[in-house]
């Protein structure tokens, strides 16, 4: 699976009294690197929804390393890890200079606007791996 880096300066707003990047943040920076490692592949996040497809989180984790701190660059690396069927899921690493602080899951599942599962048609399936995989 392709890997995609996007890159992300830390905020003062993201960090907690010790100087530490929040822990919930980095939560928020895996939908950041999901959404634009979707989006590098020409296809946008809202593409999909325009489709009638949503793709709510199922499952996270996140391990933390070492802290980020206010104005570190980051490097957000996101890989797919999994897609079968109506599951898609993806892999996270947070850098800094190239040393890993935080490693990372998501777990998702296509569903409809009620959130009921979709099943993706042939060509919408053939249509996100071309485009994701």
Do not use: W
């Not at 950041?32 to 989180?57: H, N, Q």
């Not at 200079?97 to 993706?120: Q, S, W, Y």
């Amino acid at each position: 699976m392709r890997a995609f880096d996007y890159e992300h300066r830390v905020t003062y707003a993201e960090t907690d009294r010790m100087g530490f990047v929040y822990y919930a943040n980095y939560l928020i920076y895996f939908e950041i690197g999901r959404t634009e490692y979707i989006r590098s592949s020409g296809m946008a996040y809202k593409d999909l929804e325009d489709m009638g497809y949503m793709l709510p989180v199922l499952e996270a984790s996140c391990k933390y390393l070492k802290p980020a701190r206010y104005d570190d660059v980051l490097t957000i690396r996101t890989t797919i890890s999994e897609f079968k069927g109506i599951r898609l899921g993806f892999s996270y690493e947070i850098l800094r200079d190239g040393i890993k602080l935080v490693e990372g899951t998501t777990d998702h599942a296509f569903v409809d606007t009620e959130g009921r599962p979709r099943k993706l048609s042939p060509e919408i399936q053939e249509k996100i791996k071309k485009a994701l995989v």
